[in-house]
């Protein structure tokens, strides 16, 4: 039995027992999120295998969490749970998007065969103890922090499996450090090992069990927080994270800076092997290789009255491209530049962006919203040519902000990507959401 999951026994046994005491059930709450998804996509240029073209599914999400309260004494205890059921409305074989029946399903339900199975579910559970304002939890996890961020793009969110401790027993500093075992991608009920791109096949790739993290926001006064992060994957890659957030009142408005800086560098097995090596480009020929990056950003955005007008600039320095947890079956990263469909930070890669969002409440209309966003990189590293791509970005939402369906929401996300990068289809995608959360008690 893993570490983990011995843990994991013990701290429940000691929740059961004592379950009764008053916090455990009086501050316990429960929700049903409900999430109706749809998307598609459409690579207008792909290959003419069978599935690559367009693909399309449609589903109902369920997410049922428990968050249970604390035992009375010095040392708390709890337990917490997420359940999760996606249910197929529509597919098929032409448009599942995995012609081949891999480990990754398609585009949001597993994969029986070429075709998405009818339903996936999955139980997480969670035993906590808390000391103070020191917390312990060992099981499932969401963890988002700049080195590990869960991915929530799709009909049920991404899960991991291991145990993270979070302190705020010190005024104005939170600290964090965990070790995660395992990850349940998005369309996935199983728990696979972790990985990173150029390394991640289903069949063939290399995978590891262990990734440490640790570090912390310090709020140095009320409007401005500086951040330390340290990730490894072991065989793969070692990250370190600087930032800081700022906002700073200007007129009538506000402007929030978020400046990032990630150094990445080998680790293990990736520094020798070319079966953990990763994507970029190493001269001549050379497209994969060892973890070596340094990306810095800036992002700049300024609100007023209900606009929200951005821009940012990132720079990808070094030979690989930036590395982050990456099984190949969606996920997403602590970069400025993690879009829709793209995250912006292949070797070389120079990223501009500009943003502009709206909030209809001030003309009267509270709970809806508009955003879009603009992407542009130069300069990526390929052994035929320096290539370039774009990519918009536009949300459409609302959410009925009173009466009886108040927090209803509904979203629309369409974006575009073009390119000149080797071996890249372009594509189209739109995303429809419905979603729903009831409060069970």
């Given at each position: 039995?893993?570490?983990s999951n011995l843990?994991l026994?013990?701290v429940?046994?000691?929740?059961?027992q004592?379950?009764?005491?008053a916090?455990f059930l009086?501050d316990?709450?429960?929700?049903?999120k409900?999430?109706?998804?749809?998307?598609?996509q459409?690579n207008?240029?792909g290959?003419?295998?069978?599935?690559n073209?367009?693909q399309?599914?449609w589903?109902?999400?369920?997410?049922?969490?428990?968050?249970?309260?604390?035992?009375?004494?010095?040392v708390g205890?709890?337990?917490?749970?997420?359940?999760?059921?996606?249910?197929k409305?529509?597919s098929?074989?032409?448009?599942?998007?995995?012609?081949?029946?891999n480990n990754y399903?398609?585009?949001?339900?597993?994969s029986?065969?070429d075709?998405a199975?009818?339903?996936?579910s999955?139980l997480?559970l969670?035993?906590?103890?808390?000391?103070s304002?020191?917390?312990l939890?060992?099981?499932?996890?969401?963890?988002?922090?700049?080195?590990?961020?869960?991915n929530?793009g799709?009909?049920?969110p991404?899960?991991?499996?291991?145990?993270?401790i979070?302190?705020?027993?010190?005024t104005?500093?939170?600290?964090?450090?965990?070790?995660?075992?395992?990850?349940?991608?998005r369309n996935?009920?199983?728990?696979?090992?972790?990985s990173?791109g150029?390394?991640?096949?289903?069949?063939?790739g290399?995978?590891?069990?262990?990734?440490?993290?640790a570090g912390?926001?310090?709020?140095?006064t009320?409007?401005?927080?500086?951040q330390y992060?340290?990730?490894?994957?072991?065989?793969?890659?070692?990250q370190?994270?600087?930032?800081?957030?700022h906002?700073?009142?200007i007129g009538p408005?506000?402007?929030?800076?978020?400046?990032?800086?990630?150094?990445?560098?080998?680790?293990?097995?990736?520094?020798?092997d070319p079966a953990?090596?990763?994507t970029?480009?190493?001269?001549?020929?050379?497209?994969?290789?060892?973890?070596?990056n340094?990306?810095?950003?800036?992002?700049?955005?300024?609100?007023?009255a209900?606009?929200?007008f951005g821009?940012?600039?990132?720079?990808?320095?070094?030979d690989?491209?930036?590395p982050w947890l990456?099984?190949?079956?969606?996920?997403?990263?602590?970069?400025?530049t993690?879009?829709?469909?793209q995250?912006f930070?292949r070797a070389g890669?120079?990223?501009?962006?500009a943003r502009?969002?709206?909030?209809f409440a001030?003309?009267?209309l509270?709970?809806?919203?508009a955003?879009?966003?603009?992407?542009?990189?130069?300069?990526?590293?390929?052994p035929?040519?320096?290539?370039?791509?774009?990519?918009?970005?536009?949300?459409?939402?609302?959410?009925?902000?009173?009466g009886?369906l108040?927090?209803?929401?509904?979203?629309?996300k369409?974006?575009?990507?073009?390119?000149?990068?080797?071996g890249q289809n372009?594509?189209?995608?739109n995303r429809v959401?419905?979603?729903y959360?009831?409060a069970?008690?």
């Amino acid at each position: 039995m893993k570490k983990s999951n011995l843990a994991l026994a013990v701290v429940t046994a000691v929740v059961a027992q004592q379950a009764g005491a008053a916090g455990f059930l009086e501050d316990s709450k429960a929700n049903l999120k409900l999430r109706n998804f749809y998307i598609n996509q459409d690579n207008r240029d792909g290959i003419t295998a069978k599935n690559n073209n367009y693909q399309a599914e449609w589903g109902q999400g369920f997410q049922l969490d428990f968050t249970s309260g604390y035992t009375q004494g010095l040392v708390g205890f709890g337990v917490d749970a997420i359940g999760m059921l996606g249910v197929k409305l529509d597919s098929s074989t032409a448009k599942h998007g995995n012609p081949t029946g891999n480990n990754y399903g398609g585009i949001v339900f597993p994969s029986d065969g070429d075709h998405a199975v009818d339903d996936f579910s999955s139980l997480g559970l969670t035993a906590k103890a808390k000391i103070s304002k020191t917390e312990l939890k060992l099981g499932t996890l969401q963890p988002k922090n700049p080195v590990i961020v869960t991915n929530d793009g799709r009909l049920l969110p991404q899960t991991w499996q291991g145990g993270q401790i979070t302190s705020a027993d010190i005024t104005d500093l939170t600290l964090v450090s965990g070790q995660i075992e395992q990850v349940k991608g998005r369309n996935s009920s199983n728990n696979e090992n972790l990985s990173i791109g150029g390394a991640n096949n289903p069949i063939t790739g290399r995978f590891s069990n262990k990734f440490m993290y640790a570090g912390g926001d310090y709020k140095l006064t009320k409007d401005l927080t500086l951040q330390y992060y340290y990730g490894n994957l072991e065989d793969f890659y070692k990250q370190h994270f600087l930032g800081l957030v700022h906002n700073w009142s200007i007129g009538p408005g506000v402007l929030k800076s978020d400046i990032r800086y990630f150094n990445s560098k080998d680790d293990g097995a990736n520094s020798h092997d070319p079966a953990y090596f990763t994507t970029g480009f190493y001269g001549g020929k050379v497209t994969k290789g060892k973890v070596d990056n340094n990306l810095y950003s800036g992002l700049f955005l300024y609100t007023l009255a209900g606009h929200t007008f951005g821009g940012g600039y990132q720079v990808s320095n070094g030979d690989s491209d930036f590395p982050w947890l990456n099984q190949g079956d969606g996920s997403s990263n602590g970069t400025i530049t993690d879009m829709q469909i793209q995250k912006f930070g292949r070797a070389g890669e120079k990223t501009w962006q500009a943003r502009y969002a709206y909030d209809f409440a001030t003309v009267g209309l509270p709970g809806a919203t508009a955003g879009i966003v603009y992407l542009k990189g130069d300069d990526i590293d390929t052994p035929t040519t320096s290539a370039s791509e774009w990519e918009r970005d536009l949300t459409l939402a609302y959410v009925v902000p009173a009466g009886t369906l108040k927090g209803f929401g509904v979203m629309w996300k369409n974006a575009m990507w073009r390119n000149n990068i080797p071996g890249q289809n372009q594509q189209d995608e739109n995303r429809v959401i419905l979603s729903y959360t009831l409060a069970l008690f």
